[in-house]
């Protein structure tokens, strides 16, 4: 193997392997049948070593036509998002991780290596047996299965059960008709991402801290559906079709898979925001279908419905948005035809995320505002001889409710800490009395700066037993509507209304007075988060708070800037960045006050070249507020292209103090001291940013070219063991372990053993044909003194490299093999 940074590798300096690229489970454990795993392989996407001895920078991606986020991958804690100082707390990870940061941590240097491969060897036995004794069924009688299907952008009028005559959705009509429909099930926000937190926690937005897609994640405080089903015995799997919804965001949380596989475009420059509902029916029920006695919890994210309306080829109906609801009826069908069949006991609770307003009130989609088209959505619940078929319940319900309504059906102690009640007495035929079910809409007053909309629906009971369901929505411009007699919203009775006001906003003020979850919220993925956006490569940030105040504008206004942010955003999509600015010229110029806003505008403007305008659009931002790091990131890119190396690294070093979790920022910064030749300063970013980023293999690779770089042999061999303890299947950072194990030019820096295991385990499973992977298995039998073996490994990779064309690495394996036959091991030099 060449030295990193110092002799060639391949032609793109790669590792290349189809198998370790994808974790699955154990071979012959639950969820890893031959048939589901077949299709998880992906190939890993490969970066220049070379590239990054030189510039420090991250491995750029590089597209695919299947871009799998989770890899169909057991969620295990390690794999979460989570706060760096979790690192710290060695009783907070499962028993194989506390054994290899205890070696690596308390061992002296030979012993603590010797450990880790003990680890490494024992990982599929430890994993056994977590499996045994966490995931045992209960005792006694099977417990039904769960399935739960959310549909998204699904309004709750426009199924044929709710009387639309043009629907064309006999799954759902069926299953209403064997089960319970609600009338007015309503989501919390009109927004997938904090909506689905509500789903599958209990909890309100402002409870579990998700206002809006895309800018935060859940915290590791709140207990999700999938965990309390795993400390039931029930093997979990989750199916997402949203960006949105990706791991990283938090709601993989206690899945055994989590699969969130999305698509490429047909150009390969862009992600899609989803999966087409038969890719994702086809994924659910080959998990389904796997050889496992347990009972199941699966979770299905049908997001079909969503804007642009472009139903598939084939499905037919009057209307595009009736032809998608269409569609993804037809692919619940198939799971319910298969729960039928396999499952016949099975709950199943089908619920949508949020509406669509098509057009009602001004609004074309959904999120800036809570009508009822944008907020009422489908709620049906089966579950054969415990409810009874064909329930339709009027009651105004949330979505919070479906937990605590799941426990009760299934037996369970009532669920403490959710906001929600159990419908399960409604279900029964029971008379409950009536909660308040709260709403809310931050999206144009984190966006734009607009007033926020919170909000409360009430049914109450007149003296005379007359019910009226009354609708409070608090703003800068107060709104109160009856639904009974003015289901469109039409008249505002606020004013006139006053004492029907009072009550309501107290009713709302009962309901914001819970205390806030107070593990609070964690950061996704920033990568995702950059997607989101679709514009620039500079993050969004931290989910801005709303400013107090009541003199903000009502986010009506705001809707014509929303539909030409979505219009940037499509062009940022299709990798249009020309057709990114006059949309998005427009959003800014309607904003002028939106930090947020002003710093996506700056950013393209950067992208193409235009730093001096970006220089102006920054300066007023910051003078609005200069405590936002994402407009400090983007004026240090300023300053870099406009050749200020020194004002670039100030922002930088503000943003950072700012908010020391922004990796890029911290990226950016430790490349500027490089650059500087501030070493030192270097090394302790790229320190941080592995702190920050433990489960990602970039942030291992380039803290260990640094250390590599300034000889520091002793940290890097610790450093890159615990890379691995992070990021065991990444095939190119196990081999960089292996190769300085095997190579370092100090003995404390060194470990046959494990170089050795690494190097073999890798070797395997490039089926022998990579041939920086053979010249890391060579040096590794050298160290142990198998000089014969040595030199014939090396031959095998110069074999490989010939085949390859790999000219430059011939060499340099040729002198090491000449080492190894002469009875020496190959030694980096100090």
Request: charged letters at 25%; a negative charge.
């Amino acid at each position: 193997m060449a030295v990193l940074g110092d002799e060639a590798r391949d032609a793109r300096g790669t590792v290349k392997s189809k198998r370790m690229a994808t974790r699955r489970p154990r071979a012959g454990s639950p969820g890893s049948p031959s048939a589901y795993a077949a299709g998880s392989s992906v190939l890993r996407l490969p970066w220049s070593h070379s590239a990054l001895g030189r510039a420090g920078l991250p491995p750029p991606r590089e597209e695919s036509v299947s871009v799998r986020r989770a890899h169909l991958t057991p969620a295990r804690p390690q794999d979460r998002p989570r706060p760096a100082t979790c690192r710290d707390a060695v009783d907070c990870r499962p028993l194989e991780l506390r054994l290899r940061w205890r070696a690596m941590q308390t061992a002296k240097p030979k012993t603590a290596a010797a450990l880790l491969l003990l680890a490494v060897l024992l990982s599929p036995l430890l994993a056994a047996a977590a499996q045994d004794t966490e995931a045992r069924p209960p005792e006694g009688d099977t417990p039904p299965s769960v399935l739960l299907v959310t549909l998204g952008t699904t309004r709750a009028d426009r199924l044929g059960c709710s009387g639309h005559d043009a629907a064309k959705t006999p799954a759902l009509d069926g299953l209403a008709a064997g089960g319970a429909r609600f009338e007015r099930a309503y989501a919390h926000v009109p927004q997938t991402l904090p909506a689905h937190a509500s789903i599958l926690t209990g909890l309100l937005p402002f409870e579990h801290g998700i206002h809006i897609d895309g800018r935060a994640a859940l915290g590791e405080g709140p207990s999700t559906l999938a965990e309390r089903f795993g400390r039931r015995g029930y093997r979990t799997a989750g199916f997402a079709s949203a960006l949105v919804l990706e791991e990283s965001f938090g709601l993989a949380r206690g899945f055994e898979i989590f699969d969130d596989t999305l698509e490429s475009s047909p150009d390969r420059k862009s992600v899609m925001l989803e999966r087409k509902a038969d890719a994702a029916a086809s994924a659910a029920l080959a998990w389904l279908e796997t050889d496992d006695t347990r009972p199941f919890f699966c979770w299905v994210h049908f997001r079909d419905a969503n804007a642009p309306h472009r139903p598939p080829r084939g499905v037919k109906a009057e209307d595009p948005y009736d032809a998608e609801l269409a569609f993804v009826d037809s692919q619940l069908a198939r799971l319910l035809a298969w729960a039928a069949e396999a499952a016949p006991e099975a709950l199943v609770v089908v619920v949508g995320d949020h509406g669509e307003s098509l057009g009602e009130h001004g609004e074309q989609n959904h999120g800036m505002l809570t009508n009822e088209a944008a907020l009422r959505v489908p709620l049906l619940v089966s579950f054969p001889g415990r409810v009874e078929a064909g329930r339709t319940i009027t009651q105004p319900v949330g979505q919070v409710d479906i937990v605590p309504t799941v426990a009760a059906l299934l037996g369970w102690p009532a669920v403490e800490g959710a906001s929600g009640r159990s419908l399960a007495g409604l279900l029964a035929g029971e008379q409950q009395p009536g909660e308040a079910v709260a709403f809310e809409s931050e999206l144009g007053a984190r966006q734009f700066g607009l007033s926020p909309l919170h909000g409360v629906l009430l049914e109450v009971e007149e003296k005379d037993g007359a019910v009226e369901l009354w609708k409070l929505v608090h703003s800068s411009e107060p709104e109160l509507y009856r639904l009974d007699t003015d289901p469109g919203e039409e008249h505002n009775l606020f004013e006139t209304e006053a004492r029907r006001a009072a009550s309501m906003t107290a009713a709302l003020e009962r309901v914001r007075a819970r205390p806030l979850h107070p593990a609070g919220t964690g950061e996704p993925d920033m990568d995702v988060t950059t997607n989101l956006a679709g514009i620039v490569e500079t993050v969004p940030g931290p989910d801005p708070r709303p400013r107090p105040g009541g003199d903000a504008a009502h986010p009506r206004t705001g809707l014509g800037a929303m539909e030409d942010f979505e219009l940037a955003r499509r062009q940022a999509h299709i990798g249009n960045a020309v057709g990114v600015v006059e949309p998005l010229g427009r959003v800014a110029a309607a904003f002028p006050r939106s930090v947020w806003i002003q710093t996506l505008y700056a950013s393209v403007k950067i992208r193409l070249r235009g730093a001096e305008e970006s220089l102006a659009i920054l300066g007023q931002a910051l003078e609005i507020d200069d405590n936002f790091d994402p407009a400090h990131h983007a004026m240090a890119r300023t300053m870099v292209a406009l050749r200020d190396p020194e004002m670039a690294m100030a922002h930088l070093q503000i943003a950072v103090e700012l908010r020391p979790t922004n990796f890029r920022a911290r990226l950016m910064l430790a490349q500027s001291f490089l650059q500087q030749r501030a070493f030192a300063e270097a090394l302790e970013e790229y320190r941080q940013i592995t702190l920050l980023r433990p489960d990602d293999p970039h942030s291992w690779w380039n803290y260990g070219r640094q250390l590599q770089n300034q000889k520091q042999w002793e940290t890097l061999s610790a450093a890159l063991q615990e890379g691995i303890v992070h990021c065991r299947d990444d095939l190119n950072l196990t081999n960089y372990c292996s190769w300085i194990l095997a190579t370092s030019p100090l003995a404390e820096g060194r470990n046959g053993e494990l170089a050795f295991e690494l190097a073999r385990r890798n070797a395997t499973a490039t089926e022998r044909g990579d041939p920086n992977v053979l010249d890391s298995l060579a040096a590794a039998q050298a160290e142990m003194g198998l000089f014969e073996e040595a030199a014939a490994t090396a031959e095998e990779a110069l074999k490989a490299a010939r085949l390859r064309r790999m000219r430059s690495i011939e060499t340099a394996i040729t002198g090491r093999k000449r080492r190894y036959e002469s009875g020496q091991p190959y030694r980096l030099p100090r």
